[in-house]
């Protein structure tokens, strides 16, 4: 084989390789490592809760799909199927909330009713209570 | 969706008597796509119910942003193509048990009921009928069904070159476990 067709063939083999790799990657990517990313909002549970509830429309676009660590006094803690860890956190309403839910958790006992927490995790919106999702206690803060 | 939003509002506002209101705001819902090309699983554990044991009805929401799957690029394309959740950020249902007199909510016990309602993915709304359980335990109540939908009936458009990998009935599972709305 002629040097430069071997040359062009690297050359191709490697782009499809590299190509191929890339959408292997894409494909199989897992979530945010929240306890590693940075955050787009640091805030507290309070203001959170009210810019949703003095309006909605604002507080949607300033913060759905932005990485927020939100600081606050834990309300309650719901375990749910599957390893599933739901923390809300004390605001201004009786009614409304932060909510942040996790993935599997090791060990939900260790959160009571009352400590400050510092969570950080994506908004996914407001339904009755400002929703986060793909949650991540951020330890050093605590 | 506006109007879901205030009855369920309202529902779920305290008022003089709220014995017979339950709630829940980490209710979940997930559906399973299966096809010989791929498995697809969304759940979302942040559905917020009200169920009135006095008149059968239930009423829950949930954000399309909240269903979470286990591969990052899977759930972009649910959010951004499919559901186009910026746009239609809520899927809600709206209906009533209707064999409610066939629940005892003062006895422990599965109870097999029937509920009808309206059902509303991104902007269109269909009647559904299923069959589920509901289960009177000690301080509350749990609420199971299982269903099918079509993605084309709620306008979910999937182009041709994926349609193989998404089955043609997803399976829809609903688990919510219900506890008293209490004065406050």
Not at chain 1, 89 to 95: F, P, Y
Not at chain 2, 16 to 44: C, L, R, W
Not at chain 2, 67 to 80: P, V
């Amino acid at each position: 084989m002629k040097t430069y067709v071997k040359i062009a063939l690297f050359f191709v083999s490697f782009i499809a390789l590299s190509g191929i790799l890339a959408a292997l990657y894409m494909y199989n990517l897992k979530h945010t490592d929240m306890a590693k990313a940075e955050p787009d909002f640091v805030i507290s549970a309070l203001v959170l809760q009210k810019a949703f509830e003095d309006d909605e429309t604002a507080a949607s676009t300033r913060y759905i799909n932005k990485i927020l660590e939100v600081t606050g006094t834990i309300a309650s803690v719901k375990p749910a199927e599957n390893n599933i860890l739901s923390i809300s956190l004390v605001t201004g309403s009786d009614l409304s909330s932060v909510i942040c839910t996790f993935p599997a958790i090791a060990d939900p006992s260790k959160f009571m009713n009352g400590d400050q927490i510092t969570l950080r995790g994506e908004c996914s919106g407001f339904l009755l209570d400002v929703l986060l999702n793909n949650c991540a206690v951020i330890e050093d803060k605590k | 969706m506006k109007r879901l939003t205030i009855l369920f509002f309202l529902l779920s506002i305290v008022f003089a008597v709220n014995a017979q209101k339950y709630m829940t705001k980490n209710g979940y819902i997930g559906f399973y796509s299966h096809t010989p090309m791929e498995d697809i699983k969304g759940d979302n554990n942040q559905v917020a119910g009200v169920l009135d044991i006095s008149t059968g009805e239930m009423v829950f929401q949930a954000l399309i942003k909240s269903f979470r799957f286990d591969r990052a690029l899977m759930e972009e394309h649910f959010n951004e193509n499919y559901m186009e959740s910026d746009k239609f950020p809520k899927s809600g249902f709206k209906g009533k048990i209707t064999n409610l007199s066939s629940v005892n909510f003062s006895k422990n016990g599965i109870y097999d009921v029937t509920v009808e309602g309206d059902l509303t993915i991104r902007d269109a709304t269909n009647k559904i009928s299923t069959k589920g359980t509901i289960e009177v335990v000690t301080g509350g109540l749990n609420a199971n069904s299982k269903f099918n939908i079509s993605p084309e009936d709620y306008k979910i458009n999937i182009p041709g070159v994926v349609r193989e990998k998404i089955a043609k009935n997803l399976e829809v599972t609903v688990t919510m476990k219900y506890t008293p709305l209490e004065n406050k």
